[in-house]
């Protein structure tokens, strides 16, 4: 074991295969009192021929390795995380102090509805708040993920469509929606279709009049949008769409900016879908878990998956299946109701008055770091801002990048935000309504000292990051050819 792994270096730290022990272990079994079993009898061919090369190491030598690879991450609980478009926000322990419930925890989906009541009425509660938030009329619970959620409106607003004996193959996306908008049309098989935007971010009414057809289903827009604008045609847009038979599609990715300020169905949206971990507050990264509820008009509900959890006139909870036009079942058993839980214990923790407190803060949090920074990067939307803005920094005079000035952040302690996206070479910006003025402060101080370094030492941006455990790396390369196996040396 070197010295390294010992000490912690952030500069080099031995593999656990490296830290091998013979004959270590971190674990201790009782001896065992049941018959041994001859495993290659038990097992015939599928035996290995010998035991699989683990680590040897002790417990406590275990502990303290991934201990110190989990202070290697930069996460929402160390540093602050202003990731574009991501909503990368708090998460209240409170939430997972009540999901880890053993009422709720250990549940069996199999369970007899009589046995989870408490369970049940929570996920009605749940739907019910969610179509008040919404401005809806019934939401369900089943999709596990945003994108989930968009795939589910896209089915619910075909088999809409056909009940009235049309097909229409085309759905419209604005130039500045979410990849995922595309590409759930691909997969519903639906032919996406641009729509350009004007200057000032918003949907360019004339180029969507043009393109909308009687070949239309939907129009799947992000409201406020990625570039962090609220577009306040919003109501001419359900209009035009509204008039040819289409409907409107909002991807409620940014509904941390509108909390108790706007309904969408009451600005026109048809179907929608929440991400709970962007605005409810649920576990965000790494592949889950998650969930995406969506919303639906009145005219929808009948294309709604199944089962739905109901109230009976008794005052019982249960699921009703017998709905002839849904489209079917999304999701094994009921969603992820691990996260729906969390979901409900925001909501009903803050209440409609801290909701709407949730999205003016977070409004106020972006508008306040665009006015810091705005004399030394270039903001190419006009304010004011929803809950994210875009900026672009000003150096391709000097060699410098977006991509340096994300890597140079890093050694001031922050995570970067999202770059490149949704337009080229620039930075977007999302402080998200649980940060102090403090943590904003020195993030814009951040910014604008990285402008000052630019000025007077640019390679020393250029080469960040240089305090981080790796500095810079072949991206590219790192993507191509991944190489993710150990292997020992000869």
């Known amino acids: 074991m070197n010295n390294d792994s010992i000490t912690g270096s952030k500069s080099k730290m031995a593999l656990i295969f490296e830290q091998r022990s013979a004959g270590a272990c971190a674990v201790s079994l009782p001896r065992s009192d049941v018959p041994a079993v001859d495993r290659q009898k038990a097992l015939g061919k599928l035996a290995a021929d010998s035991p699989p090369a683990l680590p040897e190491v002790g417990e406590l030598d275990l502990i303290r390795h991934y201990t110190r690879l989990a202070d290697r991450c930069l996460g929402i609980d160390t540093n602050f995380y202003p990731l574009g478009s991501c909503t990368m926000k708090y998460n209240p322990r409170v939430n997972e102090r009540i999901a880890a419930m053993p009422g709720f925890a250990h549940m069996h989906p199999y369970q007899d509805d009589d046995d989870c009541q408490g369970l049940l009425e929570l996920l009605y509660r749940l739907r019910l708040d969610l179509a008040e938030i919404a401005g809806l009329a019934e939401v369900t619970l089943q999709p596990a993920a945003g994108a989930h959620g968009e795939m589910t409106g896209l089915m619910i607003i075909g088999a809409y469509h056909r009940d009235r004996g049309q097909e229409r193959r085309k759905v419209l996306a604005p130039d500045s929606a979410h990849g995922t908008n595309p590409a759930t049309c691909t997969i519903c098989g639906r032919e996406a279709i641009t729509v350009a935007s004007c200057k000032r971010g918003r949907v360019d009414l004339d180029d969507l009049r043009r393109k909308v057809d009687d070949d239309t289903a939907a129009l799947m827009i992000t409201n406020p949008n990625t570039v962090g604008v609220f577009d306040e045609q919003i109501g001419d847009i359900a209009d035009i769409l509204h008039k040819r038979g289409a409907l409107l599609y909002l991807d409620g990715a940014n509904m941390n900016a509108i909390l108790g300020i706007a309904r969408p169905g009451d600005f026109g949206v048809d179907v929608m879908h929440f991400n709970t971990h962007k605005t409810f507050s649920t576990p965000h990264g790494c592949g889950g878990p998650g969930a995406g509820p969506v919303a639906v008009a009145e005219s929808l509900r009948p294309y ?55 999205s003016e803060k977070a409004v106020l949090a972006a508008n306040y770091l665009a006015a810091r920074i705005k004399d030394r990067y270039e903001l190419p939307f ?13 150096f391709k005079d000097r060699g410098v990048s977006e991509t340096d000035v994300a890597k140079r952040l890093l050694d001031y302690g922050f995570h970067p935000p999202t770059i490149s996206f949704p337009i080229p070479h620039c930075l977007m910006i999302e402080p998200t309504e649980t940060e102090s003025r403090a943590t904003l402060d020195a993030f814009a101080d951040a910014l604008l000292a990285i402008a000052d370094e630019v000025e007077t030492d640019p390679e020393r941006v250029k080469g960040a990051p240089h305090t981080m455990p790796i500095a810079r790396m072949d991206e590219v390369g790192a993507n191509r050819k991944p190489n993710v196996r150990w292997t020992a040396a000869e």
């Open 304 to 358: 709604l998956p199944v089962p739905q959890v109901v109230k009976s006139d008794d005052g019982r909870f249960t699921w009703d299946s017998d709905r002839p036009k849904s489209i079917g079942r999304v999701r094994s058993f009921y969603g992820q109701v691990g996260v729906l839980v969390r979901a409900y214990t925001y909501i009903r923790a803050l209440g409609a008055d801290g909701l709407r407190n949730v």
């Open 382 to 394: 006009p304010a004011p801002y929803a809950h994210e803005f875009i900026a672009i920094p000003p």
